[in-house]
């Protein structure tokens, strides 16, 4: 028999017996065996120093795991497997906390479970494993479970850790890398925004991600008690508290939007592509980066008097405030450019000690596409839904309405009537589109049954190169937090209440769409209809009255705003930048795309633009110093923003 396997214990013991039986080699690769985690641990960390292929089989309280095979300089070994496990399995908290509170006397206990039968099934796992890899290369990123309560035998793939310090493999960032070169990017139809058709790569996704054992997303669920088909997807890192949503109208367009919304919640977090190498203040790097160098003082900043507040996590900026950079690159000059890492990613704060950021950041510009242009082109189209939505709201401009029965799209008009019919709420729909002519809708749907258990009215928005196609996104979001809060509202009716009285109460994302269920509240929207301001210090004693607008034809609407059908996606991107560049504005995209996109040929961005309003939840963290966008000849809108 080779000597390739660590013998003793239950499991080592019949791994030697299978080994001494078998008439095929394994001898290119060395079976380790440990009959508890504890025992799992300190094998994984002398295998490692070994520096030859080697497979492990380690037993926990309720199964055998089998693998991956461990080839050192691979990408994939058994801390990838590890991580993507800890991340998808929904017992892992469980597990942690009881490990946490009897540390080795639980990792270290022998299952009651492992049985002789159980072991000798785990071997010839084990050997049939080791054998194909030694032959094929089988194993690697494969991982196979021995449920030991019923001998239930699982095979699971799994994706690398790019940020495993013993595999990971990431390149330094850098300016060549951060380039987004001209090229044709041809799509399926003049008309459509999007290079490939994901819905027919549906199975393949799913494959690829979806797995309650390792999978980047670890569960997706399907909610079948709602006006549109609902699906929530869960991501696997175990640090993650994101996930993905995704509506249609039918669960198969569902299932594949909430998956892409969990790879892009992936790539947003903290760089997974490209090591950041890059530190200094704005004025050594201008020094050194000539005309290199974004200018943080230019994307929004918190109000001055927020930064002396006693715990206001971020800190003001100035030139010299020392920071870490990534490359992104400006499609408006077409030159990379450094760019303060927190603005880049929103979370780095979990994974790194560092500076505290001076703003705060969140997922706003993140989009997922088919290449870099495609994802840089929905990330902008975001910034714009956004910008178009608080700059309306600070500003109090009245919007003209539109006639949503006029729309070419009938799911148009038959999603409102479901609103209203469904839940009880009359829907409106105003268009917000601003000076760059990029098509951006407000939804408001307003409570018909007039129930103070109810909310009094929700907001979304939307926005599309086609406004059919904005009006339908925004639809799709008031649905859903029309039906969220259709459910939360009654339990916290006295939380929005203290919010109306109490601007500085409105601390989290759910906060801001609660604040305006609230009745009272609900009525500073009244303005989008050209109404007086009910909050106003000096209010008219008897306003005068205000005749309502015309409603617009959707259809007139969509000739006005048409965009050029281009074959070429990059051409849409770039006439989209160009309005921008028009205004005076600088369109900044870095690619946030890890590995775990380029295994399914997808790519990850974050799109800057500053000067544009940022979305921020919490109302003491809006940021609107040094923007002019959010002043008119009157003051800034005082209130919290309602969007959801």
Same mark, same amino acid.
């Given at each position: ?238 640090? !993650? ?55 943080? !003082?230019?994307?929004?900043?918190? @109000? ?37 890492? !927190? ?61 949503? !029965? ?21 829907? @409106? ?74 601007? @500085? ?140």
């Amino acid at each position: 028999m080779p000597d390739n396997s660590v013998l003793g214990g239950v499991l080592g013991s019949a791994v030697g017996r299978r080994l001494a039986a078998a008439d095929t080699s394994t001898d290119s690769i060395r079976i380790l065996t440990a009959d508890t985690a504890e025992a799992g641990r300190i094998m994984a960390d002398a295998a490692r120093a070994m520096g030859m292929p080697w497979l492990p089989v380690v037993a926990e309280l309720d199964r055998v795991v089998i693998g991956p095979v461990v080839r050192p300089g691979t990408a994939g070994c058994d801390l990838c497997s590890a991580e993507r496990r800890a991340g998808a399995r929904s017992d892992h908290a469980e597990s942690r906390a009881l490990s946490e509170r009897y540390g080795t006397a639980f990792s270290a206990h022998v299952s009651p479970l492992l049985t002789p039968l159980a072991a000798d099934l785990a071997a010839t796992l084990a050997e049939a494993l080791c054998g194909r890899a030694s032959v094929s290369g089988a194993g690697l990123r494969t991982v196979t479970v021995l449920r030991l309560a019923d001998l239930r035998v699982t095979h699971h793939r799994f994706l690398p850790d790019p940020h495993c310090p013993h595999c990971g493999q990431m390149p330094d960032d850098g300016p060549e890398l951060a380039a987004i070169p001209r090229q044709v990017r041809l799509k399926p139809s003049p008309a459509g925004t999007r290079v490939r058709d994901l819905l027919s790569e549906a199975a393949a996704l799913e494959t690829l991600y979806v797995d309650d054992e390792t999978g980047i997303v670890k569960d997706l669920r399907a909610r079948g008690l709602h006006t549109l088909p609902f699906v929530e997807s869960k991501v696997g890192p175990r640090e !993650s508290v994101d996930g993905g949503y995704g509506r249609a109208f039918d669960f198969r367009t569902a299932r594949v939007t909430a998956v892409a919304e969990a790879l892009e919640r992936l790539g947003g977090g903290r760089p997974g592509g490209r090591r950041t190498v890059v530190s200094g203040s704005y004025h050594e790097l201008s020094a050194t980066h000539s005309g290199a160098v974004l200018d943080p !003082s230019t994307v929004g900043m918190h @109000e001055p008097a927020r930064y002396q507040e006693p715990g206001f996590p971020y800190q003001a900026y100035h030139p010299d405030l020392s920071m870490p950079w990534v490359w992104g690159y400006s499609l408006t000059d077409e030159r990379p450019i450094l760019v303060p890492e !927190s603005l880049a990613y929103y979370r780095t704060q979990r994974h790194a000690s560092g500076p505290r950021p001076f703003v705060s950041e969140i997922s706003n510009g993140c989009a997922l596409g088919g290449c870099i242009e495609e994802a840089a082109l929905y990330g902008l189209l975001e910034l714009a839904e956004r910008d178009a939505f608080l700059r309306t709201w600070y500003t109090r401009t009245p919007a003209p309405p539109i006639d949503l !029965s006029t729309a070419r799209d009938r799911r148009i008009p038959l999603l409102a009537d479901q609103i209203r019919v469904r839940q009880g709420y009359d829907v @409106e729909v105003f268009d917000i589109t601003g000076e760059e002519g990029v098509p951006c809708f407000w939804a408001l749907a307003r409570d018909r049954v007039h129930r103070p258990d109810r909310p009094a009215v929700l907001c979304a928005a939307g926005s599309g190169l086609d406004p059919e196609r904005g009006v339908l996104s925004a639809l799709y979001e008031l649905v859903t937090a029309v039906e969220a809060y259709l459910m939360l509202y009654p339990e916290r009716r006295d939380e929005a209440e203290r919010m109306r009285l109490d601007s @500085e109460a409105v601390r989290l994302m759910d906060d801001h769409a609660l604040l305006y269920c609230d009745a009272v509240a609900a009525e500073r929207l009244d303005f989008l209809r050209g109404a007086g301001n009910p909050d106003s210090p000096t209010p008219p004693l008897t306003p005068p009255p205000t005749p309502t607008p015309t409603p617009l034809d959707l259809t007139e609407l969509t000739e006005r705003y048409a965009w050029p059908p281009d074959p070429d996606l990059r051409a849409d991107l770039d006439a989209l930048v160009g309005r921008y560049a028009a205004s005076g504005l600088e369109v900044i995209v870095v690619d946030q795309t890890t590995p775990v996109h380029a295994a399914a040929r997808l790519a990850c961005a974050k799109v800057l633009a500053p000067g544009l309003l940022p979305m921020t939840f919490g109302h003491h963290l809006r940021r609107i110093e040094g923007l002019d966008r959010a002043v008119t000849a009157g003051e800034v809108n005082p209130w919290p923003h309602p969007f959801p």
